[in-house]
């Protein structure tokens, strides 16, 4: 591949996300030109072990025939029809039922989405629109968490909590309100994991408090946060979240964008932290990102609102239940069945990967090292034992950590100072070695970058 060339291409015709498009086009982005398993290749032929599954999605791993196949048949049957207007498809039909198998009992029907970020705006007019059906229209106000994210649209970016994002664009849309999020390591000051558990969970009480139990629709929030930080709450936070919720009659939205399919060693988060969601966000993993495709399982207590009164749901999107996409999802779904990947994250490579991750937290670099499944972070830190100090200014070694870690040939991210990874569940053992090898290596170049 002419690297140079498509390059320059792309820096005269390409705005990217999440990007500072001055400083890619003067560095030039890397060409992926072909992905197999966990491994990534450029136009240069050079590899990366992907450690982030592309953007937390790839669950079987890359180059999957099954799939490119499946969908290939789907394309010569029907490429495309819509579900508006009492109008269904095959695909759709196997999947919403699927979905229905796989997700926790209350669930039983699915909105089909392309993303999670539209998963996020159905919920948001499905919210209100569920409290309007019920007669309380004035429960309109929908919590979210600092730092928490949920995608990039208007309603996507409002309820999600970065502060970059809001600022961009005069946001969040009004209604939406944000309360602390359960970050120990970086937040928790002098309490105990289990003590600041407890009290981030109680500012959803306080907030709704303060706003009115009668104007509050919903909390919504990722069981982990992923994009946040990979921030694994104490365990003191979901059980009282669930209670709060309960007790004030609040929905829950449980956002399992990332921790859904697999990724935690159940197949959702609700799972894996014993949750009863009102409405739970999917996509990414849904597909593992052959395909987009995203949705909401909308739980029976909400859907039978919209079943028992009459009028449309006045919401829904081209491509909601595309059967190519639809295809795609269920011929992942049966690899993830078939090759029992939940299992083996909860029973075996994840065990395996965790042991070795949370070895990582004797480096000097390193303040602390977690993982659940196959979902990880380092956090780096100036001065190791003490979690009052950050680097100053935020997000530069992370940078740098994540720049050599390329060089070094291993994809990782980073979230202002900490590095994570969420590799594909298929990863083997042998792969898991080289993935911690090579963030060791990336850590010694980072610390001796940082001695220079
Ligand atoms: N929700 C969560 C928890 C996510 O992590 C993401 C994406 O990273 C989204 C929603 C948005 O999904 P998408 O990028 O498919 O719109």
């Given at each position: 591949y002419p690297t140079r060339d498509l390059q320059a291409r792309d820096a005269a015709h390409h705005i990217h996300p999440f990007t500072d498009t001055g400083a890619l086009n003067r560095e030039g982005p890397r060409i992926i030109t072909s992905a197999d398993g966990a491994w990534l290749t450029d136009s240069d032929g050079k590899r990366y072990l992907d450690g982030m599954a592309g953007l937390w999605c790839c669950q079987v791993g890359h180059g999957r025939q099954e799939i490119a196949d499946a969908v290939h048949r789907q394309m010569c049957e029907l490429e495309y029809y819509n579900t508006f207007f009492k109008t269904s498809h095959p695909p759709a039909v196997a999947l919403a039922e699927k979905l229905a198998e796989l997700t926790p009992p209350q669930f039983n029907r699915v909105f089909f989405t392309s993303s999670g970020s539209e998963a996020n705006d159905t919920v948001f007019r499905m919210v209100r629109a569920y409290w309007d059906k019920m007669g309380q229209p004035e429960k309109k106000t929908i919590i979210g968490r600092w730092n928490g994210y949920h995608g990039s649209t208007l309603a996507g970016t409002s309820l999600g909590g970065m502060k970059g994002m809001h600022e961009q664009g005069d946001l969040p849309v009004p209604g939406v309100h944000h309360i602390a999020q359960p970050y120990w390591f970086g937040e928790?000051?002098?309490?105990s994991e289990e003590e600041f558990g407890l009290w981030a969970a109680r500012e959803l009480e306080r907030a709704i408090d303060e706003i009115g139990e009668d104007k509050v629709a919903a909390f919504i929030a990722e069981p982990i946060q992923g994009a946040g930080g990979v921030i694994i709450p104490p365990q003191s936070y979901w059980p009282e979240v669930s209670r709060i919720c309960k007790e004030r009659g609040i929905l829950l939205v449980v956002?399992?964008?990332?921790?859904?399919?697999?990724?935690?060693?159940?197949?959702?988060g609700s799972d894996y932290y014993g949750l009863e969601p009102d409405l739970m966000p999917i996509a990414k993993g849904l597909s593992s990102g052959y395909l987009p495709i995203g949705g909401v399982m909308v739980s029976d207590r909400v859907a039978s609102v919209f079943i028992d009164q009459a009028g449309d749901f006045h919401h829904g999107f081209t491509y909601s239940g595309h059967p190519a996409c639809c295809a795609a999802a269920l011929a992942n779904l049966e690899i993830m069945q078939r090759e029992k990947l939940v299992e083996r994250v909860a029973d075996d490579i994840g065990p395996y990967l965790q042991a070795k991750w949370t070895g990582?937290?004797?480096?000097?670099?390193?303040?602390e090292a977690r993982m659940v499944g196959l979902v990880g972070a380092l956090e780096l830190v100036?001065?190791?034992?003490?979690?009052?100090r950050a680097f100053e200014p935020a997000g530069d070694v992370g940078t740098l950590c994540r720049d050599l870690s390329f060089d070094n040939g291993l994809v990782m991210r980073a979230v202002r100072d900490s590095m994570i990874i969420s590799p594909?569940?298929?990863?083997?053992h042998e792969e898991a070695d080289l993935l911690v090898e090579r963030t060791a290596k990336t850590l010694d170049d980072t610390y001796a970058v940082l001695k220079r």
């Open positions: 928790g000051g002098d309490m956002d399992e964008v990332i921790c859904g399919f697999g990724r935690l060693g159940t197949w959702f990582l937290a004797d480096h000097p670099l390193v303040g100036p001065a190791k034992g003490d979690r009052s594909p569940l298929v990863l083997t």
